[in-house]
């Protein structure tokens, strides 16, 4: 099984449109959760670190559930520019190991 | 721009041959981290240097080896080339303080074996 799991995509979604992501882990013992945005053929970034309490960041918000082992990812009011593909991260240990999901493409359509 | 450097931005080698990718962590940052990202795939773990002693590595053979100079500056190393390591090599900067970093990424490396 694979440490983190993403649904693909891709996602075409008009411009102003919601749309949510999840992704779910399998290691229990995970301490830190992230989202990354990648553009075509660039580094990630990084887009939100995701708390237990759940985050959020102008039109993104971020929610972890740490019974379920899922985190998600919410866009309000999609922008063109928002399309990339959305990483979802976990780091199981002490800091060195992260693992990446493989990414769900978002494109957003005028 | 995250402060990240990464050099050459491309290359291309021979099966068999060796390659030694280079990376320049932002100010500040004790930590390097380096991943392998093949087309349509989330980055992959190789390992991860702290304070220039390597503190965790994923599941890559032995030929693939690390470097953490003083300054904190990384470098990879890939022995014996091979078709299935063409691939967007990408590290990242983090500083580790407990068991939280956040990893900021360099433009990456990509890396073709013919």
């Known amino acids: 099984r694979k440490e983190v799991e993403q649904d693909p995509g891709p996602f075409n979604v008009p411009e102003g449109a919601t749309v949510a992501f999840n992704c779910t882990y399998s290691?229990?013992?995970?301490?830190?959760f992230f989202w990354y945005r990648q553009d075509c053929r660039k580094e990630p970034k990084l887009l939100m670190s995701?708390?237990?309490s759940g985050n959020e960041d102008g039109r993104f918000t971020a929610q972890l559930n740490r019974a379920s082992q899922y985190i998600s990812l919410l866009i309000r009011d999609s922008k063109l520019s928002d399309s990339a593909t959305y990483l979802c991260?976990?780091?199981?240990?002490?800091?060195?190991?992260?693992?990446f999901g493989t990414g769900t493409s978002l494109t957003v359509i005028p | 721009e995250t402060g990240v450097t990464q050099s050459p931005t491309h290359l291309i080698k021979t099966r068999g041959q060796q390659v030694t990718l280079r990376c320049s962590s932002q100010s500040g940052h004790n930590t390097v981290s380096w991943y392998q990202q093949a087309l349509g795939q989330g980055p992959q773990f190789i390992f991860q240097y702290y304070r220039e002693e390597e503190n965790g590595r994923g599941n890559f053979p032995p030929r693939f080896s690390g470097l953490q100079f003083p300054n904190y500056s990384s470098e990879l190393n890939v022995n014996a080339l091979e078709l299935d390591d063409s691939a967007l090599y990408l590290c990242a900067s983090s500083l580790l303080v407990g068991s939280y970093n956040e990893q900021f990424f360099g433009p990456g490396t990509r890396l073709t074996v013919l």
């Open positions: 991260v976990v780091n199981a240990n002490t800091g060195n190991q992260f693992y």
């Open positions: 995701v708390y237990s």
């Open positions: 290691n229990s013992a995970s301490q830190s």
